[in-house]
């Protein structure tokens, strides 16, 4: 073979490897698109709730003093005055439209409904909420439009928030810092089921991708996970994993098991 067809392959060997590389200017948009700046005026905020009027008066500032005696929370501006330091992430449950339905994933699921006038789009967007310390809430919003959607998604997850148990319940580790959780839970929603298993320090999040960011945000740093059923519906999966994380905290543990695991409820003290 001639130096000129070697170089003539090699090049076209190098395209095609190009065209198979994901283009590194979408990583950051899409980051970005996840992790939108969403800013609440606490300022000029008149409540409309007798929870809100105490949070607005200084009678209670503390995020627990709510959730202890299971009082709903029907205002957002509470939970941004209470937990200044929370952060909000979009949940990949869409996917945009690709060859043989293979495109990429979105943070916005589109449906159409089929009218005598036309089709008429709806999109519906899943917001999960925390402060990485304890305490996380997901919010689910639909609308006719991609902005209003994702505004009442994170409007209602800050409304589900709810604290979770940690600890460190594996009988691989052997330190005291509660970065797992304490014991094996099973979440269910539809066909699925989501085991969490307490893992030792260091072996991070194996749980899907979607769940990470639940559990991240929830402050619980190494866990492991076994799944059953239609897994690839996003929305079923991530409520199976609160459901899990609710039942964390169901029943009233002994104090010695407390002890064992390393347990704490809400935010380290």
Known sequence: MSEEKVVVVEEEEKLEVEK???NPVEIPEIEKETKPEVKIDVQGWIPKTAIGKKVKNGEITKIDQIL???????????????????QSELLMIGQSKGKFGGGARRIFKQTQKKTPEGNKPSFACMAVVGNGDG??????????????AREKAIRNAKLALFKIRRGAGSWEDATSE???IPWEVMGKCGSIRLV?????????????QECAKILKLAGIENVYSKTFGQTRSKVNMVAACIDALKKLGVFKPRPENVKNVYMIEGRKQ
């Open 178 to 180: 509660p970065h797992s």
């Open 20 to 22: 198979d590389v994901i």
């Open 135 to 148: 305490y996380v809430g997901v919010g689910y919003g639909k609308s006719k439009d991609t902005v209003p």
């Open 196 to 208: 969490l298993k307490p893992a030792p320090k260091g072996k991070g999040l194996i749980v899907e």
């Open 68 to 86: 202890d005696v299971g009082a709903p929370i029907l205002e957002e501006q509470i939970v941004d005055v209470l937990m200044p330091n929370i």
